[in-house]
């Protein structure tokens, strides 16, 4: 049973809903599909699955791109409904012969839909009585042969898409097919390139590509002559004198004062005054950070580029011919079809990939852009090309713009009122950088006058504790340890108490490095989180993967809510993207962990120092992507 149907606009105006259907739905599967989906460019989806207590809905949905109007159908996802489709493409042809911009009731429409639902579910009946029941062979024959893709049963004859067996010709010889398979029959030493022995003699002819050892060794026997024209290539190599070793000059005198960056550091991580005198105020030693230097990017509009603007010219001439696209570009299109979409975004689709983004993830914005623009009127003076891009800008856009803002020092301050630190987990694969990047994000806080503090609960990695200790000692902030082998969780815990006693305002929670497979650890990780309840999840990952990084946030997501003993796990809140310096404008990784997550990329290390750690400039990203 149908458990609504709606029609709105795509500025949110309700035009009409199904009245005679009179279930309240449980939770808001609309509003989640708006916000996790269409506002998401994942509108190219067949379907979407909403899970409330107590119900499962499955919605469909379909647009009037040149009227601007959605229409979603939700039914239990137990039903499988199969006449879903057909109704909204007929609910989408009536609705749209009566529909106008001035108008926001359509109650004359009830009428309408009722006979359209009853055509819909009467034509699913004929087609699954008229569906052919599949029988099993009972001619002796194995499934699948004699058939398409299979044998035929030993007959002489090659079957459709499968192998042949055309039988032995008298000779004992068999064929061998284009596929590099042969038949049952015994195949000749004429057809076989793979043996290495011909009529009882050893293939020695160097005719297939292969270095003659032989030859060389009878060559290289003769003295003083030059032995083949591959010695020839080799340039020749002079004998060296005998380099005498020299003697080691011990200098007792200790090393210059400059050079020396360590601190004698007691248990907590604290220096003990020794060496001291080198480190000096954080601010003046390493300057501003970029997180507060806003990045300029050119706002001027740039032409279409001229090698797509011929490529396009191109397909639409062999399509249609010049004049007709000439003609069709002047005029106006009546409405786009997918034929008319399909080089545009492939072309568009290819241009993603090359700059790291996921395939997978390339595909499904292709396919949602295509979605957003078919039935479309083309405008006069306009490419299909560029309609395309434009869309596909918009689309990029609204993807990396976060969907909810996460100011992290207006939520310091408003958990400093309520006298508890505020609490940020670091996530991620080992060797991204995450330490590293905490000291950045520590360095940053510090320049807006913000107490921090660090925890070092990556109790499993050796070195780990005592890295994050040197970063400690450098920005001369406190530092929470408990060594190794402990549990990560608990140290956590004591961590945050003890900035609530000495009044920090933040907490920087160092973790382990684990794959997004290792079930020990990523069981460890959720129990850190459940147990402490951070303020803030940040995924470290590097700029330089690609499909990869789909797979590492999923599956880390998929974790975090399936070991969580909360009814509503948290999951990662946001990315810190490092090593964005050394991809030049391979900046797909970006979009593709945006896209899996919807967390948004909140920091951008782009370097080895303090300082390099800025904003992400969604502009300049999308700039970079489509050029």
């Not at 239990?76 to 199969?82: A, E, F, K, N, P």
């Not at 591959?230 to 002079?238: A, L, R, S, T, Y």
């Not at 690609?546 to 796990?569: E, I, W």
Request: include cysteine.
């Amino acid at each position: 049973m149908l458990e609504q149907l709606l029609i709105f606009t795509r500025g949110g105006l309700i035009l009409w809903t199904c009245k005679e259907i009179g279930n309240a739905l449980k939770g808001s599967p609309i509003d989640t599909l708006i916000r996790s989906c269409l506002l998401e460019e994942r509108s190219g989806a067949a379907s979407f699955n909403y899970d409330a207590p107590g119900a499962a809905y499955t919605l469909k949905w379909t647009f009037h791109n040149d009227l601007g109007l959605v229409f979603v159908a939700v039914y239990q996802r137990i039903l499988h409904l199969l006449y879903v489709d057909d109704l909204l493409a007929m609910v989408r042809r009536e609705f749209a012969e009566m529909y106008d911009p001035k108008r926001t009731v359509y109650r004359e429409f009830d009428g309408t839909f009722k006979q359209l639902k009853m055509e819909a579910e009467a034509r699913a009946e004929e087609l699954k009585k008229s569906k052919p029941v599949g029988k099993p062979a009972s001619n002796g024959k194995r499934q699948g042969y004699g058939q398409k893709g299979g044998y035929d049963g030993g007959n002489k004859n090659r079957s459709e898409g499968g192998l042949a067996n055309d039988g032995g010709d008298g000779d004992g010889e068999g064929r061998k097919m284009e596929n590099g398979y042969a038949n049952g029959n015994h195949v000749g030493v004429k057809d076989s390139k793979m043996n290495a022995v011909v009529k009882g003699k050893e293939n020695t002819s160097s005719n297939n590509g292969a270095f003659d050892v032989n030859k060389l060794q009878k060559l290289r026997s003769k003295g003083g002559k030059k032995t083949d024209t591959v010695d020839n290539k080799v340039p020749k190599v002079e004998t060296k004198k005998k380099i005498t070793k020299k003697n080691r000059v011990w200098d007792d005198k200790p090393p210059p004062t400059k050079l020396d960056f360590t601190q004698t550091v007691d248990g907590n991580g604290n220096g003990n005054g020794n060496g001291n005198d080198n480190v000096h105020d954080v601010a003046e030693v390493h300057g501003e950070s970029m997180m507060d230097i806003e990045e300029v990017v050119s706002s001027e509009s740039e032409s279409e580029d001229d090698e797509e603007v011929e490529k396009e010219s191109k397909l639409d001439a062999k399509k249609k011919g010049w004049f007709s696209s000439m003609f069709q570009s002047i005029a106006g299109k009546a409405n786009l079809d997918k034929a008319d979409l399909e080089p545009a975004l492939k072309a568009l689709k290819d241009r993603l990939m090359t700059k790291n983004v996921a395939e997978e993830i390339a595909e499904k914005l292709c396919e949602s852009v295509s979605a957003s623009l078919e039935g479309k009127k083309l405008a006069s003076f306009t490419r299909v090309s560029s309609t395309v891009q434009a869309a596909m800008e918009e689309a990029l856009v609204r993807i990396l713009t976060p969907r909810r803002s996460i100011d992290i020092l207006r939520d310091v301050h408003a958990a400093k009122e309520q006298n508890k630190p505020y609490v940020v987990v670091f996530v991620g694969v080992n060797g991204v950088g995450k330490s590293t990047n905490l000291a950045k994000v520590a360095y940053w806080l510090l320049q807006h006058k913000v107490s921090v503090m660090m925890a070092a609960c990556d109790t499993f990695r050796s070195g780990a504790v005592e890295q994050l200790r040197t970063h400690a000692r450098r920005l001369q902030i406190p530092i929470f340890e408990k060594g190794y082998e402990k549990d990560p969780a608990i140290v956590a815990k004591e961590a945050i108490q003890e900035a609530a006693r000495n009044g920090s305002d933040v907490v920087l929670v160092d973790t382990a490095g684990r794959m997004q497979d290792n079930e020990p650890l990523m069981r460890a990780l959720s129990k850190l989180v459940n147990l402490n309840n951070p303020d803030l999840v940040l995924f470290v990952g590097e700029a330089l993967v690609g499909n990869d990084a789909v797979d590492q946030l999923s599956k880390f997501n998929q974790k975090l809510a399936d070991l969580s003993t909360s009814p509503s796990p948290r999951l990662i809140d946001g990315i810190l993207l490092t090593k964005f310096d050394t991809i030049d404008d391979k900046v797909g990784a970006a979009l593709s962990m945006v896209y899996v997550s919807g967390a948004p990329v909140m920091f951008v290390g782009c370097g080895q120092s303090y300082t390099d750690l800025k904003k992400l400039n969604v502009k300049s990203i999308v700039k970079t992507l489509l050029a």
